[in-house]
């Protein structure tokens, strides 16, 4: 059973190198990023922490290129679904993406570069731990504002394709959340104790 719903060819080779992508990609980044944690391994190979994490940082935004790709390639080479194509629903996936845009964006200007890609991991932390805007209004807006734009973009698009796929992002980022969420409270939590001795 390959079709789900009859809108949606599951063993169509665009929407297995979709979901490859959406799978891939944070367990690339939390993989790469613990190693690095635990052994200093690029920050040695680079000469430096902060050129380790941005050439990680690289590879996650071209990786994020790519899944993009995939998954509206995955959207274009699938029916789409009737029910969904108007003007009413097209609105809302406007409103969804922009949304999702807003919270991406300001959460990449509150945290910085180092800060969004995972620079705890390689030891650049913060003063204390981003609480403003977006932040005081949804945890993980990054991962959030990201999951309303692919179901924004799958509205749009009129796709069940897209909307399975998004489903797919939402739970990959849940499991993330669970993984990455411990170590950031635990790593800042440590930096306020070292802190407080020191006052």
């Known amino acids: 059973m390959t079709q789900l719903l009859g ?3 599951l063993a169509d080779p665009g929407f297995v190198a979709a979901v490859f992508t959406i799978v891939f990609s944070p367990l690339f980044w939390n993989v790469v990023a613990r190693w690095e944690q635990k052994t200093r391994k690029l920050s040695k190979a680079f000469g430096s922490p902060y050129l380790a994490c941005y050439s990680l940082g690289g590879a ?3 990786l ?6 995939c998954f509206t390639q995955a959207m274009l080479r699938q029916p789409k679904m009737e029910g969904l194509d108007n003007h009413i629903a097209y609105y809302l996936g ?11 964006l300001s959460s990449f200007f509150a945290l910085g570069f180092t800060g969004t890609f995972l620079g705890d991991y390689f030891g650049i932390l913060k003063e ?7 932040f005081n209004v949804v945890d993980n807006p990054m991962y959030w504002g990201s999951t309303a734009n692919y179901l924004g973009w799958a509205i749009i698009n009129a796709s069940p394709t897209g909307l399975l796929l998004t489903a797919l992002v939402a739970l990959i ?4 959340v669970l993984y990455e969420e ?4 635990e790593i800042y939590r440590q930096k306020a104790a070292k802190s407080y001795r020191r006052s």
């Open 7 to 9: 809108y949606v060819d």
């Open 60 to 62: 996650i935004l071209l």
């Open 64 to 69: 994020n290129v790519l899944r993009s790709h």
């Open 94 to 104: 406007f409103v969804l993406l922009s949304g999702g845009i807003v919270f991406v």
């Open 128 to 134: 204390a731990r981003v609480t403003t805007f977006p």
């Open 173 to 176: 980022y849940v499991v993330a």
């Open 182 to 185: 411990p170590f950031t409270a």
